[in-house]
């Protein structure tokens, strides 16, 4: 197929190396063009516009940090409704509002263009290897049209609803995420503030009811001290900011969200916005 790719950071580039190494016919665009060098190295096609892009393709994939960004690359002048034809196919693979999300789509669908979110779980890792967990807002029918190209990208696909129920789905998956860091972080604290070294609790609790994938993979970040991001304290921020806006449109109780917000926008604000998240860890570690 033809298809397009907007965003390649570092969730997106990768995954648009899958979709190339699979077969497909790429066309990018990047505000900074030197973002796209790799890509375009590996057999994509550059377009000088937005709109250039949405003409030449069937399917286009967004994968950028924001509402406000999806709003302009889809509505901007010389954005995808400038160029893009009945028919295509927006899959939006961004963490944003499900609220916009919603609300994009049936501004797209005026122009008789489908808007799919995608929003995914697994980090640059699971980018790289194509093992992303990826949760769909679409029709039953858009879904299996973009489902085989989705399983380029990810080992677990799953159709949770209509138009923005992938991005309700990401929220859910954020808190869930957030909290076990909190508790992981706070666990390690509390060991060492008792003077026992938490490396051995990590190792046995790995085997009880307490193992999870982030007393494993966070918790290992956090006692050897390597934060390389595999999602940066900032977007997870970010991430837990949408959740927030939910909470308080929808009038819910969710303390745990809350205090999460409140921990990560601290661990921004002592500068640890551009390494991994479970750098919540240094925060108050004195011990």
Known sequence: MKIGYIGLGLMGKPCSFNLIKAGHSLHVWARRPETAKEVVERGARYCGTIAEVASRVEVLFLNVTNSNDVENILFADNGVIKGGKKGLIVVDMSTISAIATRNMAKRLKEHGIELVDAPVSGGTIGAVNGTLTIM??????????????????????????????GQVAKSCNQ?????NIMAVAEAFQFAKAAGVNPIPIREALLGGFAGSKILDIHGKRMLSGDYTPGFKTALHKKDMGIVHDIIQELYLEAPLSEMGLEILAKAVEAGYGDIDSSAIFKLNNTQ
Do not use: C, N, Q, W
């Open 136 to 165: 769909v807002g679409a029709s039953e029918e858009i879904f299996d049209r973009v489902k085989p190209l989705l399983l380029h990208m990810g080992t677990t696909v799953t159709r949770i609803g209509d138009s923005g129920a």
């Open 175 to 179: 808190i869930i995420v957030t909290g």
